[in-house]
């Protein structure tokens, strides 16, 4: 296959999981609706709620491998191939593909399947954004980015991201459930309070060993070995630094002073909101940064600056 055939194989990819996932929701939201006929208490094990929420497990499946084609396909059809995080729209797509695909791997180990909806409209909301608004063409990476550091840094930086989302979801549904007065529909259905604080405790757990990896040993690391510098007060390392931070806190306050429930949900939130910010907010608002490459609009204007300096 030519270059151009891959990039059409993950276009096309891309939009076949759009319409996977969003089947999935649809399957998702019958299993919910059917379910809130009924009380609370009663589990569904067979008939045709049951058969609904099997069937978009298995359509997220589904759509979580056809987006790795998609991710797989965008990687090929770079000359020469490389790993496909080149830009801002394929960093949301390694990142979407990891939020889904450690929900399908948690799923059974943490019965997960009220978070069901939740993930599906998740991903396909940030798969849709990142086709209307972060799209761009393949093109080779730069210097700094042909490095196996940057290989490690990147994959343990998007596991932790998804598994920080994922534990956020748990932190929001928290706090939605203490503060409903009448437990009906899909709340009433939600695990215990404890449950979810025990869930989203334990996706903060794991992320957070992962995150650490990325930011402060193999991140350093690729910088070293990029621009000679282990840290370079970049925005992307000080916000990823500030997020290390908050989520220690957030680990460091339920081992020690016993914080659970509401106050530890809303750290968790605030660690997420910095993680987020700094996926996505830096590149459109800082001007500066060494990973600047990681936006399209930003990286044409780095392209443009660097060329003038070269002609002058």
């Not at 008939?47 to 997220?60: F, K, Q, S, W």
Request: charged share 10%; net charge positive.
């Amino acid at each position: 296959m030519t270059d151009a055939s891959w990039e059409v194989l993950s276009n096309q990819a891309v939009a076949a999981s759009g319409v996977v996932y969003f089947l999935a929701l649809l399957a998702h939201l019958v299993q919910w609706a059917g379910l809130r006929k009924l009380p609370a208490e009663q589990q569904v094990t067979s008939g045709p709620i049951a058969m609904a929420g099997r069937l978009g497990v298995l359509l997220t499946v589904v759509a979580v491998g056809v987006h790795l084609i998609a991710l797989v396909g965008r990687g090929m059809a770079a000359d020469p191939n490389r790993v496909p995080w080149g830009n801002m729209y394929e960093f949301t797509l390694s990142g979407t593909f990891f939020v889904g695909f450690l929900y399908l791997l948690f799923l059974r180990r943490f019965k997960l399947e009220w978070m069901g909806p939740l993930v599906v409209a998740f991903v396909l909301t940030m798969m849709m954004l990142a086709v209307v608004w972060l799209y761009d063409p393949v093109a080779p990476l730069t210097e700094a980015l042909y490095s196996p550091w940057l290989v490690i840094h990147v994959v343990s930086a998007v596991i932790a991201t998804a598994a920080f989302t994922l534990g956020g979801i748990c932190s929001v549904l928290y706090l939605f459930k203490e503060r409903s007065r009448a437990q009906r529909g899909y709340l009433a259905r939600l695990p215990a309070l404890t449950s979810l604080d025990r869930i989203s405790y334990r996706m903060h757990a794991f992320g957070f060993p992962v995150w650490t990896f990325a930011v402060l040993i193999t991140g350093p690391i690729w910088a070293h070995e990029a621009w000679s510098s282990y840290w370079n007060w970049d925005p992307k390392e000080v916000w990823a630094f500030i997020t290390w931070v908050v989520y220690a806190a957030y680990l460091h306050a339920r081992a020690t002073a016993g914080w659970k429930g509401r106050n530890a949900a809303i750290v968790a939130l605030v660690g997420l909101a910095t993680l987020w910010f700094n996926f996505i907010g830096i590149n459109f608002f800082s001007s500066n940064s060494q990973h600047s490459y990681a936006a399209p609009m930003v990286s044409s204007v780095a392209i443009h600056s660097t060329t003038s300096e070269v002609s002058r």
